[in-house]
């Protein structure tokens, strides 16, 4: 045990280690507003659409929730290109990433739609309400708010599993630690404090979210 | 020197699915078992091994299995112990399963009725005879949908290991990805056998749970 710590090496990277983790925050922030809007579509979809479009929603969910999200990047990243689309790495990250939280998104939205009792749809119809509406004022709110517990956990595995994308490069907090890494060969210090800096953030959203649901969704007595 | 995408490369990935499935067993057994133990601590009458384990929990859970398995392989070096990307692996994935399920199953130890700690507490039974002979039977099934289900996250958590250069099945695809360049035909081949792996998987969970009446949203990881 020769071995001494060096994290002052690790200070002068700060700006970087903060580069890397606001990318880290964009990127899972913003898969959640594509994949959310995948998943309450579909989740629709699977509800109310007719056959051949549940059938796609079904296979859509299925098979995402059934496959690593590291093959889903390499998909986007590696297989798009022939198809004549090539991404820079932060957008394949983005679009993989959207398409993956979408799928659980789906689900979880979609148990929260089946939660919804039934008689509130059918007074919906009896005050003359379209379907549209239905969903959006009767169905959708409530199924939110239902679910939100679960949606929050699932943001929180989003952003985590995000450091994966530092396989194709994009430049966020674990990319940003290998580059230093191959500089500096602090590789204990370095990944300790990007481990650190992830910790933080997940325990961070994870408490934001508890005091929101007390604050908003929690039930008054 | 292009290869063609034949039989012989659907053969070299099938043979790096069996490191898949070995991370995979290793995982959940050790994980399992660590879990397990943590599961208990967390509802034991000790405070201070209560919060031990809720520690332990917490962190593990808020750390990114790839980042975990950098500090174990890259991290670990300097102290002058040598330890390969399997060991590497197979104790991140220990860890960080454990303490999934440790989480998963102390809502299933939680959810058994009050009532069941109370009688036995009447009856004088300590506690690791209520734990043993009264609360776990009763956990085990509520546990069981949930716990299969987890098995899925564990299969698809082991393609990460590719990233510290283990070959498993992801990184053997990449392999096959640059001596074919046939990202599609490849990509498509790991898909389908990641998707053979975990879908029986999730339908068994699925079955499981409709037989207990358990209804409740699976949150899962990537």
Redesign the interface.
């Known amino acids: ?3 001494t710590f060096q994290f002052g090496t690790i200070a002068s990277y700060t700006p970087d280690f903060a580069a890397g983790a606001w990318l880290t925050l964009r990127l899972s922030t913003m898969a959640l507003i594509f994949g959310m809007i995948i998943g309450c579509l579909c989740a629709v979809a699977l509800t109310y659409g007719a056959k051949p479009i549940r059938w796609a929603a079904l296979i859509y969910v ?2 995402i ?7 889903q990047l ?2 986007v990243f ?2 798009l ?2 198809f004549g689309l090539r991404l820079p790495p932060s957008s394949a990250a983005l679009l993989a990433m959207s398409i ?1 939280f979408g799928a ?1 998104a789906t ?2 939205v979609r ?2 739609i089946e939660a919804v009792p039934y008689g509130q749809i059918e007074a919906g119809r009896s005050l003359g309400l379209r379907t549209s509406q239905i969903v959006r004022f009767i169905v959708m709110f409530p199924a939110i708010k239902a ?1 939100y517990p ?1 949606l929050t ?2 943001f ?3 952003l ?5 994308v ?2 194709i490069a994009a430049e966020e907090l ?1 990319a940003i ?1 290998n580059n230093i ?1 191959s500089v500096t060969f602090r ?2 210090e370095i ?2 404090t ?2 650190a800096i ?2 933080a953030m ?2 961070g959203f ?1 408490g934001l979210f508890g005091a929101l649901h007390r604050i908003f969704l929690a039930p008054r007595g | 020197m292009l290869r063609e995408f034949g039989p012989n490369e659907v053969v070299y990935l099938l043979m790096a699915t069996r490191w898949t499935i070995a991370l995979s067993l290793v995982a959940f057994f050790g994980g399992g078992l660590l879990g397990l133990l943590l599961a208990v601590l967390r509802v034991s009458p000790l405070t201070p091994l209560r919060l031990i384990s809720a520690l332990f929990i917490q962190l593990f859970q808020a750390t990114p299995l790839l980042l975990l398995l950098m500090l174990l392989y890259f991290g670990i070096n300097f102290f002058g112990v040598r330890i390969d990307a399997w060991t590497a692996a197979s104790i991140g994935f220990t860890l960080s399963t454990a303490a999934f399920l440790a989480e998963i199953w102390r809502g299933c130890i939680n959810s058994v009725p009050k009532l069941q700690w109370e009688g036995a507490r009447a009856l004088a039974f300590t506690f690791p005879q209520t734990l043993r002979l009264i609360i776990l039977p009763q956990a085990l099934r509520i546990a069981l949908p949930p716990t299969v289900g987890y098995m899925v996250q564990v299969v698809k958590g082991t393609s990460v290991a590719a990233l510290i250069g283990f070959t498993e099945l992801a990184r053997a695809g990449v392999q096959m990805n640059t001596i074919t360049f046939e990202p599609i035909l490849v990509f498509s081949t790991v898909s389908a056998i990641y998707f053979a792996l975990c879908w029986p998987l999730s339908l068994l969970s699925r079955k499981l749970e409709r037989r207990l009446h358990v209804g409740h949203v699976r949150v899962q990881s990537m």
Do not use: C, D, H
């Open positions: 045990m020769n071995y299925e098979f929730r059934n496959t690593p999200f590291l093959i390499y998909f590696f297989a290109p022939s993956n659980y689900e979880i148990a929260g679910v679960a956990s699932q929180v595995l989003l985590l599993g995000s450091s994966v530092s396989a674990t630690a890494n590789s204990f990944y300790l990007a481990t992830y910790v997940a325990l994870k």
